[in-house]
């Protein structure tokens, strides 16, 4: 879908807003990263200074794709957890505003959570897997924190409202692991408590196992219906969807994907380029929802979708 291309109607997507995970698939949208490695071969002056040009390109990479989403119907967009480059590296880190005009690229930032807002494009981050708040290896853990402590620093500038992680390992003992998760997560500073979800995943935890610590520390569910099919619990997508969403306080945020062989494929986990509209449940249409699209072919699998969903309607 080009840019200025026709703004797709939200008449049978009543209250649902799809939303587009990081990157894209065709637009020539792209954002800029480095290895550690890279900056740390880099007298100081000179790292700074290459920094400094990164994430001001990514600032005005996120506004190129927040104005996208706004031309072209999508009500979401997911920012990538790397948006600071080599951010929490303890060698090659930085504090933004002490780089080269700091202020500026974290005003340039400031102007795409305002955009972000005029549009109605709800922003969200999703940490990378390395982010396990139930570690039992404190490094580990404290990389953990760091990661999060630097996304909610980029999430108050844009005014994103969500900072997503699975539940993490089990360790030979699930409900060690949760104690775990349950005391770490009243560790965490306001700015990331505040934001913060869990996810059910494909390979340990299933809504069944998150809920109840959703429920007690007011943490919402992000309901992947994907891994919830791929790792059942005996709730029906109904069930966990009703459940989720009473965990929530403001609009819900779920994930949606398709396996890319099939559900009888060898590995139904593994996600497709695009979704079948036979895996978007029934339950999720009518009402204010998120669904963040978790499809290779990115911002095309999105087009699919609303006229799959329109059709089917």
């Keep these: 879908m080009a840019t200025g291309a026709r703004k797709p109607t939200s008449t049978v997507t009543n209250g649902l807003r799809l939303g587009l995970c990081c990157q894209f698939a065709r637009e020539p949208i792209k954002f800029r990263t480095t290895t550690a490695t890279a900056m740390l071969r880099l007298p100081v002056e000179q790292r700074r200074e290459r920094l400094a040009g990164l ?4 600032a005005d990479a996120l506004r190129a794709a927040l104005e996208f989403c706004a031309g072209n119907g999508i009500g979401a967009f997911r ?6 480059p080599v951010k929490t590296h303890p060698e090659a880190g930085y504090a933004v505003r002490d780089l080269p005009d700091g202020d500026r690229i974290i005003d340039r930032f400031r102007g795409c ?10 922003l969200s981050f999703h940490p990378d897997q390395f982010v396990v708040l139930n570690s039992p290896n404190p490094r580990t853990l404290a990389h953990s924190f760091a990661e999060l402590e630097y996304q909610a620093e980029v999430a108050e500038w844009v005014g994103a409202d969500t ?14 692991a949760l104690r775990a998760l349950r005391a770490n997560l009243e560790r965490l500073p306001d700015p990331v408590r505040s934001r913060l979800t869990l996810e059910n995943d494909d390979k340990v935890y299933t809504p069944s196992d998150l ?7 007011a ?15 005996g709730l029906s997508v109904a069930e966990a969807t009703d459940r989720a969403r009473e965990t929530w306080r403001t609009e819900p945020l779920f994930h949606l994907s398709s396996p890319i062989e099939g559900w009888n494929g060898p590995k139904p986990e593994r996600h497709h380029d695009y979704i079948d509209v036979a895996d978007f449940p029934a339950e999720w249409l009518g009402w204010p929802l998120t669904v963040e699209v978790e499809a290779k072919a990115k911002e095309l699998a999105i087009r699919q979708l609303f006229e799959d969903l329109s059709q089917r309607d």
Excluded at 55 to 58: D, M, Q, S, T, Y
Excluded at 163 to 176: E, F, P, S
């Design 113 to 122: 959570g305002r955009f972000a807002r005029e549009q109605g494009i709800r």
């Design 55 to 58: 994430c001001r390109a990514n």
């Design 79 to 84: 920012i990538n957890s790397q948006i600071l």
């Design 219 to 233: 943490v919402p569910l992000v309901y992947d219906v994907h891994h919830h099919r791929c790792l059942g619990d």
């Design 163 to 176: 900072l997503n992680v699975h539940g993490g390992g089990a360790y030979g003992d699930k409900t060690t």
């Design 211 to 217: 809920l109840p610590v959703c429920s007690d520390t």
